[in-house]
């Protein structure tokens, strides 16, 4: 909204109508240059897990549905899909083999508790990604969980549910 404050990308309004486009995709290839990074030093990219909170799980969605590379995951805590209009000509072919969580705290007044139920439907009807079967060994698809009375922010129930995802997700190494 033309204030001077840290962000991966400038948020005109929280109605999202408008999106700053060309900042999304500005800090989409910075996340692709640390995750070529990573696996220039020798980390697999599917023990990569990419995530976010508010903007920094847009931003972990953009980069992660459209990024060469199949990661190990993406975790989105209050955050939406950006670029709806685009992101599906955009994205990568293992988008359906992604495992992704995503919490959300109800009383969220910024990015409504709404929307990211929307986006998360958005994501199972525009590519077919399955709500995550969380009895199988190798988890994918979306585990969307909702957190009672959390606003804008994350609770010790939501990052306990993120752990135990992670350690499904990316398992110790023997």
Known sequence: MGMEMPAWFDIESFDFKTEDERGMLQTVHQLNQLITAEVDAGTPADRIVLGGFSQGGAVTLLTGLTTERKLGGLTVLSGWVPLKS????????????????????????????????????????????????????????????????????????????????????IPQEA
Do not use: C, N
């Open 86 to 169: 685009k992101i599906k000509s955009m994205a990568s072919d293992h988008v359906k083999k992604l495992p992704i969580f995503w919490g959300h705290g109800k009383a969220d007044p910024l990015v409504r508790h709404i929307w990211g139920v929307q986006s998360a439907e958005f994501l199972k009807d525009t590519f077919g990604i399955k709500t995550a079967d969380e009895s199988e060994p190798k988890l994918t698809g979306i585990t969307f969980r909702s957190y009672d009375g959390v606003p804008h922010s994350t609770s010790e129930a939501e990052l306990e549910d993120l752990q135990k995802w992670l350690q499904k997700v």
